[in-house]
Protein backbone atom coordinates (compact mmCIF):
# COMPACT_ATOMS: atom_id res chain seq x y z
CA UNK A 1 0.00 0.00 0.00
CA UNK A 2 1.94 2.82 -0.98
CA UNK A 3 0.62 6.24 1.00
CA UNK A 4 2.85 8.27 -1.00
CA UNK A 5 3.46 8.58 -4.78
CA UNK A 6 4.85 9.88 -7.46
CA UNK A 7 3.60 8.58 -10.70
CA UNK A 8 6.09 10.39 -13.19
CA UNK A 9 8.99 8.14 -13.20
CA UNK A 10 11.07 10.34 -14.93
CA UNK A 11 10.72 14.39 -16.16
CA UNK A 12 13.04 15.88 -18.95
CA UNK A 13 13.47 19.65 -18.41
CA UNK A 14 15.37 22.40 -20.72
CA UNK A 15 18.13 24.57 -19.07
CA UNK A 16 16.55 27.57 -17.73
CA UNK A 17 13.15 26.42 -17.63
CA UNK A 18 10.80 24.92 -14.85
CA UNK A 19 10.50 21.70 -13.58
CA UNK A 20 7.55 20.71 -11.59
CA UNK A 21 7.97 17.32 -9.54
CA UNK A 22 4.36 16.17 -8.59
CA UNK A 23 3.65 13.87 -5.37
CA UNK A 24 0.11 12.69 -3.89
CA UNK A 25 -0.56 10.95 -0.79
CA UNK A 26 -3.16 9.01 0.71
CA UNK A 27 -3.03 9.31 4.68
CA UNK A 28 -4.73 12.41 6.23
CA UNK A 29 -2.60 11.80 9.37
CA UNK A 30 0.73 13.01 7.82
CA UNK A 31 1.54 16.72 9.06
CA UNK A 32 4.52 17.60 7.55
CA UNK A 33 6.17 17.16 3.70
CA UNK A 34 9.40 17.12 2.42
CA UNK A 35 11.48 16.88 -0.68
CA UNK A 36 14.60 14.91 -0.82
CA UNK A 37 16.63 15.09 -3.92
CA UNK A 38 19.31 11.76 -4.27
CA UNK A 39 22.26 11.19 -6.38
CA UNK A 40 23.74 7.67 -7.32
CA UNK A 41 25.60 5.90 -4.45
CA UNK A 42 24.68 9.06 -1.60
CA UNK A 43 22.05 9.19 0.65
CA UNK A 44 19.18 11.61 0.48
CA UNK A 45 20.30 15.08 0.63
CA UNK A 46 17.20 17.22 2.51
CA UNK A 47 16.17 20.04 0.14
CA UNK A 48 12.88 22.13 1.00
CA UNK A 49 9.73 21.15 3.91
CA UNK A 50 6.19 22.54 4.47
CA UNK A 51 4.13 22.34 7.14
CA UNK A 52 0.46 20.69 6.86
CA UNK A 53 -0.86 24.39 7.75
CA UNK A 54 0.93 26.07 5.12
CA UNK A 55 0.05 25.92 1.31
CA UNK A 56 3.78 27.30 0.01
CA UNK A 57 7.05 27.11 1.32
CA UNK A 58 10.20 28.88 -1.22
CA UNK A 59 13.77 29.11 -0.69
CA UNK A 60 15.99 30.30 -3.70
CA UNK A 61 15.20 28.10 -6.51
CA UNK A 62 13.02 25.69 -5.01
CA UNK A 63 9.23 25.81 -4.11
CA UNK A 64 7.17 23.58 -2.45
CA UNK A 65 3.22 23.69 -2.57
CA UNK A 66 0.75 21.76 -0.57
CA UNK A 67 -2.83 21.30 -1.62
CA UNK A 68 -4.10 19.66 1.64
CA UNK A 69 -7.76 19.48 0.39
CA UNK A 70 -6.37 17.48 -2.96
CA UNK A 71 -3.57 15.44 -0.38
CA UNK A 72 -1.33 16.73 -3.28
CA UNK A 73 2.04 18.77 -3.32
CA UNK A 74 4.80 19.60 -5.80
CA UNK A 75 8.00 21.05 -6.35
CA UNK A 76 9.18 23.63 -8.30
CA UNK A 77 12.54 24.10 -9.47
CA UNK A 78 13.23 27.27 -11.31
CA UNK A 79 14.92 28.17 -13.54
CA UNK A 80 16.74 24.48 -13.74
CA UNK A 81 19.92 23.67 -14.19
CA UNK A 82 21.61 20.69 -15.26
CA UNK A 83 23.08 20.02 -11.63
CA UNK A 84 19.67 19.82 -10.80
CA UNK A 85 19.69 16.20 -12.54
CA UNK A 86 19.06 13.74 -10.12
CA UNK A 87 16.21 11.13 -8.48
CA UNK A 88 13.99 13.37 -5.89
CA UNK A 89 11.63 11.77 -3.56
CA UNK A 90 8.86 13.26 -1.78
CA UNK A 91 8.44 11.94 1.66
CA UNK A 92 5.77 12.62 4.53
CA UNK A 93 6.15 12.41 7.94
CA UNK A 94 3.99 11.15 10.72
CA UNK A 95 5.85 10.69 13.99
CA UNK A 96 9.73 9.76 13.52
CA UNK A 97 8.63 7.92 10.38
CA UNK A 98 9.32 9.21 7.03
CA UNK A 99 7.34 7.57 4.41
CA UNK A 100 9.10 7.97 1.06
CA UNK A 101 7.20 8.31 -2.14
CA UNK A 102 9.05 6.16 -5.06
CA UNK A 103 10.99 8.75 -6.92
CA UNK A 104 11.13 10.96 -9.89
CA UNK A 105 14.30 10.95 -12.12
CA UNK A 106 14.67 14.67 -13.50
CA UNK A 107 16.97 15.41 -16.56
CA UNK A 108 18.01 19.02 -17.03
CA UNK A 109 19.41 19.17 -21.03
CA UNK A 110 21.76 22.05 -21.35
CA UNK B 1 29.57 20.98 7.62
CA UNK B 2 29.43 17.85 9.60
CA UNK B 3 27.64 15.15 7.76
CA UNK B 4 25.97 11.49 9.18
CA UNK B 5 28.96 9.16 8.70
CA UNK B 6 28.26 5.26 8.22
CA UNK B 7 30.84 2.47 8.02
CA UNK B 8 31.26 0.35 6.34
CA UNK B 9 30.50 2.06 2.95
CA UNK B 10 30.23 -1.52 1.59
CA UNK B 11 29.67 -5.10 3.12
CA UNK B 12 29.92 -8.63 1.42
CA UNK B 13 27.99 -11.23 3.75
CA UNK B 14 27.11 -14.56 3.30
CA UNK B 15 23.71 -15.86 3.93
CA UNK B 16 23.45 -16.67 7.38
CA UNK B 17 26.28 -14.83 8.35
CA UNK B 18 25.62 -11.54 10.68
CA UNK B 19 26.45 -8.35 9.68
CA UNK B 20 27.20 -4.69 12.26
CA UNK B 21 26.21 -1.51 10.72
CA UNK B 22 27.17 1.39 12.38
CA UNK B 23 26.06 5.21 12.60
CA UNK B 24 27.41 8.78 13.64
CA UNK B 25 25.06 11.82 13.73
CA UNK B 26 25.77 14.90 13.22
CA UNK B 27 26.77 16.39 16.34
CA UNK B 28 24.23 17.03 18.45
CA UNK B 29 21.77 15.97 16.99
CA UNK B 30 20.11 12.90 19.42
CA UNK B 31 17.79 11.54 17.45
CA UNK B 32 18.74 8.55 15.07
CA UNK B 33 16.71 6.76 12.14
CA UNK B 34 17.61 3.88 9.78
CA UNK B 35 16.47 2.86 6.60
CA UNK B 36 16.43 0.17 4.29
CA UNK B 37 16.33 1.19 0.49
CA UNK B 38 15.70 -2.35 -1.78
CA UNK B 39 17.07 -2.17 -5.73
CA UNK B 40 14.50 0.12 -7.39
CA UNK B 41 12.73 0.66 -3.99
CA UNK B 42 11.98 3.69 -2.15
CA UNK B 43 13.61 3.67 1.33
CA UNK B 44 11.61 1.84 3.92
CA UNK B 45 11.72 3.38 7.50
CA UNK B 46 13.25 0.65 10.16
CA UNK B 47 13.53 1.77 13.61
CA UNK B 48 14.50 5.39 15.45
CA UNK B 49 16.05 6.25 18.70
CA UNK B 50 15.76 9.03 21.07
CA UNK B 51 18.07 9.58 23.82
CA UNK B 52 19.13 5.94 23.53
CA UNK B 53 15.75 4.52 23.79
CA UNK B 54 13.55 3.08 20.65
CA UNK B 55 11.35 5.62 19.70
CA UNK B 56 9.16 4.17 16.65
CA UNK B 57 9.28 1.13 15.13
CA UNK B 58 8.41 0.26 11.40
CA UNK B 59 9.03 -2.95 8.89
CA UNK B 60 12.47 -4.05 10.73
CA UNK B 61 12.70 -7.84 11.04
CA UNK B 62 12.67 -9.95 13.81
CA UNK B 63 16.59 -10.92 13.27
CA UNK B 64 17.37 -7.27 13.11
CA UNK B 65 17.78 -5.06 16.28
CA UNK B 66 19.76 -1.71 16.53
CA UNK B 67 21.23 0.45 19.79
CA UNK B 68 21.91 3.72 20.45
CA UNK B 69 25.14 4.32 22.41
CA UNK B 70 25.49 7.47 25.16
CA UNK B 71 27.83 8.98 22.57
CA UNK B 72 24.42 8.89 19.78
CA UNK B 73 25.82 6.69 17.95
CA UNK B 74 23.86 3.73 16.41
CA UNK B 75 24.54 0.52 15.45
CA UNK B 76 22.32 -1.82 13.36
CA UNK B 77 23.00 -5.60 13.97
CA UNK B 78 21.71 -8.17 11.53
CA UNK B 79 21.99 -11.89 11.82
CA UNK B 80 21.07 -15.01 10.18
CA UNK B 81 21.50 -12.46 6.90
CA UNK B 82 18.99 -14.08 3.62
CA UNK B 83 19.53 -12.33 0.24
CA UNK B 84 16.72 -10.66 0.12
CA UNK B 85 18.27 -8.24 2.91
CA UNK B 86 20.67 -6.77 -0.14
CA UNK B 87 20.23 -3.24 0.16
CA UNK B 88 21.22 0.29 0.70
CA UNK B 89 20.89 0.90 4.72
CA UNK B 90 20.69 4.75 5.24
CA UNK B 91 21.44 6.43 8.85
CA UNK B 92 19.74 9.76 9.24
CA UNK B 93 19.62 11.95 12.13
CA UNK B 94 17.97 14.68 13.54
CA UNK B 95 18.50 17.75 16.28
CA UNK B 96 15.17 16.97 18.91
CA UNK B 97 12.40 14.49 18.65
CA UNK B 98 10.14 15.92 16.77
CA UNK B 99 11.90 18.19 14.28
CA UNK B 100 10.75 16.72 10.93
CA UNK B 101 13.75 17.39 9.27
CA UNK B 102 16.14 14.07 8.89
CA UNK B 103 19.25 14.33 7.09
CA UNK B 104 21.14 11.06 5.73
CA UNK B 105 24.32 9.62 5.56
CA UNK B 106 25.56 8.30 2.43
CA UNK B 107 24.40 4.53 3.18
CA UNK B 108 25.70 1.19 3.62
CA UNK B 109 25.51 -0.86 0.17
CA UNK B 110 24.95 -4.28 2.39
CA UNK B 111 25.75 -7.57 -0.22
CA UNK B 112 24.30 -10.94 0.53
CA UNK B 113 25.36 -13.94 -1.36
Known amino acids: DQQVKQNSPSLSVQEGRISILNCDYTNSMFDYFLWYKKYPAEGPTFLISISSIKDKNEDGRFTVFLNKSAKHLSLHIVPSQPGDSAVYFCAASSGDKLTFGTGTRLAVRP | AAGVIQSPRHLIKEKRETATLKCYPIPRHDTVYWYQQGPGQDPQFLISFYEKMQSDKGSIPDRFSAQQFSDYHSELNMSSLELGDSALYFC????????????FGPGTRLTVT
Open chain 2, 92 to 103: ASSPRQGTYEQY
